[in-house]
C-alpha cells in the first residue's frame, strides 16, 4: 500500500534581525519603559543606532521626561563637600551615574595657600552645574560634578564683593557647547551682570526703570531665575525671571538681546513681601509658579498658578490649584513633635515640584509631587548640620545632537 504522506516539509531557516533594522520609531517607545533617565543614558551608549534614535527625536525627550520623574542622584552637602545618596537606592543605573563623577570637587584649583571653594546657595542650576566661590582668588567657578566639565570666571564688578548675594546660572550655546554666557543676579544693586565666554568681560543690566511689560510665553522655552535667592534655569532657555521683593512684578531678562521687560505678578501675591515662589514649568510646557503661603503648619498652603489665556484671551497667572500642608505630611503629629515647621518650594521641573519641609532643630524633609498626578514621591528625613542642596540630574548634551561637545576647561 503506498504511504499518503507528502515529502518531508523543509527545516525553518533561522533568521536574524539587526540592530539597524530596528527603525527608531520603535526604538524610542522601547525606550520609553526604561524606568529612569540613567537607564535610558546607559542604553543610548551602548551602540550608535540606539544613540541615533534617541538623539533624533525632540518628541521622543518631551514624552520621556512626560512620564519620568526628574531624577535626584543625592544631596550636596555644602560643608564637607560630598554627595549624600538617597537611602535605600540599589539601582545599578543610578550608581553607574555617580561613578567615576568628582562630588568632592577635587578638580578645582588650589593654589599655595589652600584658599576655600564654597558652595553658593541657590548652587544647583538645571544644566547640572554646581556654582562656587573663592574670596581669595575673586573667582566664581561653574562645575559639572558628573562630566567633569569646569569653567572658571572673575567675579562680577560690584561694590561690595560678597558671592553669597548673588545668584548664578550658566547658559550655553545651542550651536557650540563652547560658548556660554554666565548670568548673575546682584540683589543688593537691583541689576543683573552677564558674563560672556567670547569677550570674558562683565556686562550690567539694571532693572530699576524697568517698565515694558512682558506678555508671556513668545512660543519658545525659558529660562528661569525666581524668587528672592534661590534660582531654576534650564539649558535651553533664554529669558531670566526675577522677582524683585520690593515690587509687584517679576523681571524679565532675554540673556540673548539683554533687553529688560517685566509680568505682573498675581494680583493676591503682589502685597505679600514674604511669601516664597519658585518659576518652572508644567508637562504640557506651561510657564507656572509655585508658592508656599501662610504661617503655621496647619494654615499652610502650597499654591499653584500658571500663566495662560484668560476668558479673553489675555495671559495672565491662573491659580490652576491649591494643596494643604497635610496633604504630604501628618501636620498635627509633627507640629506637637518639633513645633515650628517652615516649608520651602526648592524647585520646579517639568511638572515636579520638590519641597523642603523644615521641622527645626536641623531636621529637614524632602518630597516632590507631581502637578499632573498628584502622586507624592518621599527622600527622606534627616538632621544636618550644613546646608543640603538636592542634585538633579540634567539631561546630557550627549544625548541632544549629532555634533561633538568640546569642554573649555
Known amino acids: 500500500m503506498a504511504s499518503q504522506r507528502g515529502p518531508p516539509s523543509p527545516a525553518p531557516v533561522a533568521t536574524t534581525i539587526a540592530i539597524t533594522d ?15 533617565l540613567p537607564s535610558l543614558v546607559r542604553a543610548a551608549l551602548a551602540c550608535r543606532a540606539f544613540l541615533h534614535a534617541v538623539r533624533s527625536s525632540p518628541a521622543f525627550r518631551r514624552r520621556f521626561r512626560a512620564v519620568h520623574p526628574p ?6 552637602n555644602a560643608g564637607i563637600h560630598s554627595l549624600i545618596p538617597l537611602d535605600g537606592r540599589s539601582d545599578r543605573d543610578l550608581a553607574a551615574a555617580v561613578h567615576g563623577s568628582d562630588f568632592r570637587f577635587i578638580r578645582l ?21 554646581v556654582f562656587l566661590c573663592n574670596e581669595d582668588t575673586n573667582q566664581i567657578a561653574a562645575y559639572n560634578p558628573l562630566k567633569r566639565a569646569l569653567y572658571i570666571v572673575p567675579c562680577p564688578p560690584q561694590e561690595t564683593c560678597d558671592p553669597h548675594c548673588h545668584d548664578f546660572r550658566i547658559i550655553f550655546s545651542e550651536d557650540d557647547q563652547r560658548s556660554f554666557r554666565v548670568v548673575c543676579v546682584q540683589q543688593k544693586l537691583d541689576r543683573f551682570s552677564v558674563f560672556s565666554s567670547d569677550s570674558r568681560e562683565w556686562q550690567s543690566i539694571s532693572w530699576v526703570d524697568t517698565s515694558t511689560p512682558q506678555h508671556g510665553d513668545d512660543g519658545g522655552d525659558n529660562c528661569v ?18 522677582k524683585d521683593k520690593n515690587t509687584g512684578y517679576i523681571v524679565v531678562l532675554n540673556t540673548v538681546t539683554l533687553q529688560l521687560s517685566r509680568m505682573d505678578l498675581p494680583q493676591p501675591l503682589k502685597d505679600k513681601d514674604s511669601t516664597q515662589f519658585e518659576l518652572g514649568r508644567t508637562n504640557a510646557g506651561k510657564l507656572c509658579m509655585v508658592c508656599a503661603d501662610g504661617f503655621g ?32 505630611i501628618d501636620v498635627t503629629a509633627c507640629s506637637a513633635e518639633y513645633g515650628v515647621i517652615t516649608v520651602q518650594v526648592v524647585v520646579v521641573i517639568d511638572g ?12 529637614k524633609f524632602f518630597l516632590s509631587f507631581c502637578l499632573e498626578t498628584e502622586n507624592v514621591n518621599e527622600f527622606f528625613n534627616h538632621t544636618f548640620h550644613n546646608d543640603i542642596h538636592p542634585y538633579i540630574m540634567a539631561w546630557p548634551p550627549s544625548l541632544l545632537s549629532n555634533k561633538v561637545e568640546i569642554l573649555q576647561v
Open 71 to 76: 531624577q535626584i542622584l543625592g544631596f550636596l
Open 225 to 242: 531665575l525666581s524668587s528672592y535667592t534661590d534660582t531654576v534655569m534650564t539649558e535651553f532657555d533664554r529669558l531670566a525671571y526675577w
Open 352 to 363: 515636579f515640584v520638590f519641597l523642603c519641609i523644615d521641622f527645626g532643630s536641623l531636621t
Open 297 to 328: 503648619a496647619d494654615k499652610t498652603m502650597i499654591a499653584v498658578w500658571i500663566w495662560r489665556a484668560d476668558g479673553d484671551g489675555v495671559d495672565k497667572w491662573m491659580q490652576h490649584k491649591v494643596f494643604p500642608l497635610n496633604m504630604f
Open 109 to 129: 584649583p588650589k593654589d599655595r595657600d589652600h584658599s576655600r571653594w564654597e558652595i553658593l546657595n541657590g548652587c544647583h542650576d538645571r544644566c547640572g552645574y
Open 22 to 36: 530596528i527603525g527608531d520609531d520603535l526604538l524610542c517607545e522601547i525606550f520609553l519603559r526604561l524606568p529612569s
